[in-house]
């Protein structure tokens, strides 16, 4: 079943011949309040998908930068409940731009897969990436999501074999993540040429659509990878301008940031309601 909010984003996106823009937020960073202002603001500002991190004491995948920032979430008492309430919220106030959860798999089984799934679902979750969850393994949190309208999105590397690129798109749903470079997230002043190579093996594999994360921070970083994937995902880079913004000006840095990268000028009024 999966997302139809996601399957229509990137058909919109491909009929316009643009790429996609996907930011990533830390829940609960710097604070809750601030993560549901800052959400509508960047769908405002450009943003195609919101990437919604779910804060997890010992993350595999995180940089520096991000660890920080889910480490602040978790003194805050965020939790994946919290999260799911956020967006819930979100989705209470209008917003439509499809939300993804990126996080960890054991506070999903914590909290549980179907009682994840069941409030996923209401609150208007439109999909998963779980960064230390093999494809091999994601078969029980497929079976509650999937029927729920939940795409469960594998991730990929350069290192990643065949059989394993096969693997995970066979089982795929919604899109494909390809992450640039063996190792953790942050900004890279060069993207690796390992990516391109990365995102044909996958194309090989299955329709869906791919989008390129890990060390994107600049407008020529957007439009190289735009050649070759549907969209981009940006999260060190942000959460830097979030974090280094003066009080009570996070929002404003953050979606004048996104702008820059979409190549605009200013925000567009869009995706909020």
């Not at 202002?37 to 500002?45: E, G, M, S, T, W």
């Not at 991190?53 to 409940?81: C, E, M, N, Y």
């Not at 991730?155 to 749903?173: G, K, N």
């Amino acid at each position: 079943m999966g997302s139809h909010r996601l399957q229509k984003t990137f058909q919109e996106l491909a009929a316009r011949g643009r790429t996609g823009i996907i930011p990533f937020v830390t829940v609960g960073f710097p604070d809750k309040p601030t993560t549901l202002d800052l959400v509508p603001a960047l769908a405002r500002a450009g943003a195609d998908i919101i990437e919604l991190g779910v804060p997890f004491s010992d993350p595999l995948a995180d940089g520096a930068t991000i660890q920080k920032a889910s480490f602040h979430a978790l003194r805050q008492g965020t939790t994946l409940r919290g999260c799911l309430e956020a967006c819930a919220s979100l989705r209470g106030a209008g917003l439509t731009t499809p939300l993804v959860f990126m996080g960890y798999y054991n506070p999903l089984l914590a909290l549980g897969l179907k009682t994840f799934a069941v409030e996923a679902q209401r609150a208007g979750l439109d999909g998963i990436i779980v960064a230390d969850l093999p494809s091999e393994e994601s078969g029980p949190l497929r079976d509650e999501c999937l029927p729920r309208g939940i795409d469960v999105i594998p991730l990929l590397a350069p290192t990643s074999t065949e059989q394993r690129i096969a693997a995970a798109c066979a089982v795929a749903s919604g899109f494909i993540y390809c992450v640039s470079l063996a190792g953790v997230t942050g900004v890279r002043a060069q993207l690796s040429q390992e990516a391109f190579g990365l995102v044909e093996r996958v194309r090989a594999c299955t329709s869906l659509p791919v989008a390129v994360g890990f060390g994107v921070s600049r407008r020529e970083q957007v439009e190289a990878i735009g050649k070759y994937a549907d969209a981009v995902v940006v999260g060190s880079a942000l959460i830097s301008v979030i974090d280094s913004a003066p009080k009570g000006e996070a929002v404003a840095r953050a979606t004048r940031f996104l702008s820059e990268l979409r190549g605009a000028p200013e925000p567009l009024n869009r995706g909020a309601g």
